[in-house]
């Protein structure tokens, strides 16, 4: 399973950007997606979630900002993304929980995409 994520940029404090991530390869389910971000010096968090059932999850600091939205027929997950501020830079992760037979899961990750928001 991979996942390829896209959509990240420079952009300026107030603006908007759109995060998409696709899964591809063996995949019979896929249960969650998210989205993390790592900023420079601080730990991974997460930033936001969606269950295969359309449940949604958000980091306090960006409830009201951020929507994440998942397409579970093309295993793919988006993450719009309005009135950005300079402490939203960081690189974002796209992360999902996904089973390859009917036993077991395993996480993956797609290589991070990077958002930076000047002031």
């Known amino acids: 399973v991979q996942l390829q994520a896209s959509g990240g940029g420079l952009v300026q404090a107030g603006g908007s950007l759109r995060l998409s991530c696709a899964a591809s390869?063996?995949?019979?389910?896929?249960?969650?997606m998210a989205w993390y971000r790592q900023a420079p010096g601080q730990e991974r968090e997460l930033v936001a979630s969606v269950s295969s059932d359309g449940r949604t999850n958000y980091a306090d600091s960006v409830k009201g900002r951020f929507t994440i939205s998942g397409d579970n027929a093309k295993n793919t997950v988006y993450l719009e993304m309005n009135n950005l501020k300079p402490e939203d830079t960081a690189v974002y992760y796209c992360?999902?929980?996904?089973?390859?037979?009917?036993?077991?899961?395993?996480?993956?990750w797609g290589q991070g995409t990077l958002v930076t928001v000047s002031s």
């Open positions: 992360n999902a929980r996904i089973s390859d037979n009917p036993w077991d899961d395993d996480k993956y």
């Open positions: 390869g063996s995949i019979l389910t896929t249960h969650s």
